[in-house]
């Protein structure tokens, strides 16, 4: 079983910055790939971004590219998900996933919770 907890969501100004959090318990964190996605109200679940399980390796959805930048440390089994720029437009529940393989491209099998961002405008 892996459980996954979020955290660092929160109320921000557009322009301003958010570092979101995900650890994980577990042993095969170091493992697999993470992926961060959102949630709007009303809105179907949509991907962000991931990274593979070394780091050395991450993918977006254009709409975030070059202001959001997910990292990982396996030693912390933390995941993050650094937003810069932000826009109203940003505003959801943001979930991370364990991927079931290593690398990018695959399922997610386990989620945690989300946590809140609201970007003001």
């Known amino acids: 079983q892996v459980h996954l907890v979020e955290s660092g969501g929160g109320l921000v100004q557009a322009g301003g910055s958010l570092r979101l959090s995900c650890t994980a318990s577990g042993r095969t964190f170091s493992n697999s790939a993470m992926g961060w996605f959102r949630q709007a109200p009303g809105k179907e679940r949509l991907f962000v971004g991931a990274?593979?399980?070394?780091?050395?390796?991450?993918y977006y959805r254009d709409s975030v590219k070059g202001r959001f930048t997910i990292s990982r440390d396996n030693a912390k089994n933390t995941v993050y998900l650094q937003m810069n720029s932000l826009k109203p437009e940003d505003t959801a529940v943001y979930y991370c996933?364990?991927?079931?393989?290593?690398?990018?491209?695959?399922?997610?099998?386990?989620w945690g919770l989300g946590t809140q961002v609201t970007v003001s405008s």
């Open positions: 996933a364990r991927s079931t393989t290593p690398n990018l491209g695959g399922e997610y099998d386990y």
């Open positions: 990274i593979n399980w070394s780091g050395t390796d991450t």
